[in-house]
């Protein structure tokens, strides 16, 4: 056992890197949700991002380009959940449980010739003068473009759904449906667009796994973290400031077990790959007081 | 009328099955308070929504202030004055009081402008409201003013009511007249709906009368008594409840200093009810509701087990047995929400029959169902009560509501129990259908049994009651006899003020009613 061999800073740094993916998808989902939908297929959008980034970036030579087409992939799987779900009035768990599976094998297809193969170079973004400060600037300021984007998205949301009228809008549909129609707002309308930003968002965290974080491509990569990425939501009370806590701690623990399996420490590895979850799950579970939307999960029908 | 603001031309509206509406036509003159009245499916919903642009109707016209008016939207509706309060409560629990309103608007200006009309626009009106309150934590009162306030920013030229009174506190509903009375006297009409005969003579100026979605009368409620506007609405001549005289009895029903924790967070924890019942009286306990009804039911019927020596039956402390061993003993119950409470929405009538009736109707032996005998019990009570359905074998979601409702009491009282508990008998049950299950209390009554009736429509209480009592914030007020109460009086006690005091409702300002946390 070497646990000197642990950097703080390169974990400090790794960590943001880690926790990306998950809080692109839960950032998503959170809006999703916000909107009174419940899209389990987190998982499977994930990876449909993740194969069809892959793919786009490595035929193309562009992480750029993979990006983009990761967030239509997820974007256009979601709408079949959508339409299921707002026009054919199938239930949302089940549907979204299907949505899971279903990506897992269509992204397994998608990728068969592409096993193996490199993801082109996404280079890492030095950002001027911060970048420069010791300590802070390798951890903070050193990170390729997306670790920002990331960021980016979530303050919009929040912002979003704080300040504007559409957002305000949109809370008042996952609030209750019956009243939000009764004033004249289009609910279904509302909750597709919803639907489709969340694929969207899991697209592209599923494109970080195989494009920044491996960055190659390999059957069922996601290894269940759209699954925490739902987790994420529920516990951060579906406030967007809680989930990048709450993705955070998940990366960071996430990184520190690497670490810890590299350096060696005398704890079964199986204990050791288990405890992102646990922790991540038991702090949140003690922070959580929010309540749930009024509507989630349940299926508007602009009856009579 | 050539001065008319909205024509309504020959609109029909029928769903597959069932025709909402037939032929409806009348007129509203600015500033005029117009009642719409009807029973239960007379199609008086349909009607304004069609009005408010929810519905489109499959035939006929509209005109507002002299033009063509088809609005395809509640939006539409909206920008040419026309606003609506809902009868429930169209409004988002987790919201602010200012939230839900800029949702209402067509351009909303920012949070803290929004505020400030609403501030001032209550002021003038006389409805205060707080607009940075969760609506979630508000009274039904409460409630109802956002829902006002917020069609009132719109400046209406014409105002739907939705049954707006049946959650408010007498003293409540004088402040929401003094309020209408002023937007009648600054021109803006009012379409009023409701089943409230009295509160319609109070406060309406004109009457169009529907019948299974047409146009059957119109009267001057003013110059209407309340039963002929009852017989127009039915059709047919009303049946009004009779009590036989009957001497007071022995006491059945003992309830001594019962405390009972709320069993959720938005529950009322029962404080110090004291009150016995004897045999072949009916005691009425009215109030508001949230004030504690669902929970003293609930001690009562078993589902909440309290502590001992605070209920007793006939002498028998019964605090700490379940429902079962209290139905064997002779208390039964009917609790408020027939859906998912009093009955499975998803099984049949002799299912549900089943499940109450078990014990005392011998319907089980060795735990297996007797079946035979269940489906007899279920055809008992659809014919005795006078249910409208197709067989014992229908889902109890198939019933209408008034339906259901004589379904799930006429199981209860043909298990003849000694101790008869119901909170809501009538609540959305059509005008017939209430007199018939009013009427089946009193015969309960007057055959032996106590019935506590537990109710928010004082009419009913009144109309019932030996005594009379009010619960407020989970306590109860003593006993009265109905006989001689004023409606004054009976206000002051659903209101808290146990000993009467005077009242000071002039200038707008509001009694307090407790029911705000």
Redesign the interface.
Known sequence: MNLSAIDPILLLASLMVAATPIMLAAIGELVVERAGVLNLGVEGMMITGAVTGFVAATTTGSPWLGFVSAACGGALLSLVFGVLTQFLLSNQVATGLALTLFGLGLSALMGQGYIGIKAPAFPDWHVPLLGDIPVIGPIVFQHDPMVYVGLLIVLGVWAFLKFT?AG??L??VG??H???H????HVRRVRILAILFGGACAGLGGAYLSLVRVPQWTEGMTAGAGWIALAIVVFASWKPERLVLGAYLFGGVTVLQLNLQAAGVAVPVEILSMSPYLATIAVLVIMSAG?A??SLGRIFHAA? | MTDALLTLQGLTKA?PGVVANKDVSFSIRPGEVHALLGENGAGKS?LV?TIY???KPDSGSMTLRGETFAPS???EA?AKGVAMV?QH???????TVA?NI???MEN?PKQREVAARVTSVSAQYGLPLDPWRVVGDLSAGERQRVEIVRCLLQDPKLLIMDEPTSVLTPQEVGILFETLRKLSAEGTAILYISHKLEEIRTICEAATILRLGEVVGTCDPRETSARAMAEMMVGQVLHVPERAAKPAGEVVLEITGLNAPAPHRFGTSLKDVTVTVRTGEVLGIGGVAGNGQDELVAALSGEVRVKPGMVALKGRDIGHLPANARRALGLLAAPEERMGHAAAPDMTLTENAVMTAATRENLTSRGFLDWGRARAFANRVIADFDVRTPGPDNAARSLSGGNLQKFVIGREILQKPDVFVVNQPTWGVDASAAAAIRQALLDLASAGAAVVCISQDLDELMEVSDRFCALNSGRLSDPRPAQGLTVEEIGLMLGGAHDLEVAHVEGGTPLQTGTAP
């Open positions: 009228q305000l809008v809370r008042a609030e209750n019956d009243a939000a009764a004033l004249g707002y309540r939307p009024g009579r | 769903y349909t929504k642009g929810l519905v939207e509640p939006r909206r809902f409560f169209s409004l988002f629990d987790a919201l939230e800029a949702l209402g909303p």
